[in-house]
Nanobody, 111 residues
Framework: VRLVESGGGSVQAGDSMRLSCAAS????????MAWFRQAPGKEREFVAA????????YYTDSVRGRFTISRDNVKNTAYLQMNSLIPEDTAVYYC?????WGKGTLVTVSS
């Protein structure tokens, strides 16, 4: 079972970026998927989650209104659309589902 994140990189404050999390090895269709992040020197924190139907989403307060989580169950992929990025969003972003973690993708936002 693998979760592979992609789409990270370096952007300027105010820019947008979309992360992807491709799942393989088993179907994740009936499981919720989530994004976490870990900034330098800080603990890993919850960012967003989505139920298996996509009908319910959850966000941490600091990203609500700027980030959107979605999923494509045909492609077994989850997404995190990040708009109006700020330097405080700089972190390694991890995908999580069931009990599996991806290896993360680095997002760097400069002012």
């Amino acid at each position: 079972v693998r979760l592979v994140e992609s789409g990270g990189g370096s952007v300027q404050a105010g820019d947008s970026m979309r992360l992807s999390c491709a799942a393989s090895g088993q179907s994740f269709i009936t499981y919720s998927m989530a994004w976490f992040r870990q900034a330098p020197g800080k603990e890993r924190e919850f960012v967003a989650a989505i139920t298996w139907t996509g009908g319910t989403t959850y966000y941490t307060d600091s990203v609500r209104g700027r980030f959107t989580i979605s999923r494509d169950n045909v492609k077994n992929t989850a997404y995190l659309q990040m708009n109006s990025l700020i330097p405080e969003d700089t972190a390694v972003y991890y995908c999580y589902s069931i009990t599996y973690w991806g290896k993360g993708t680095l997002v760097t936002v400069s002012s």
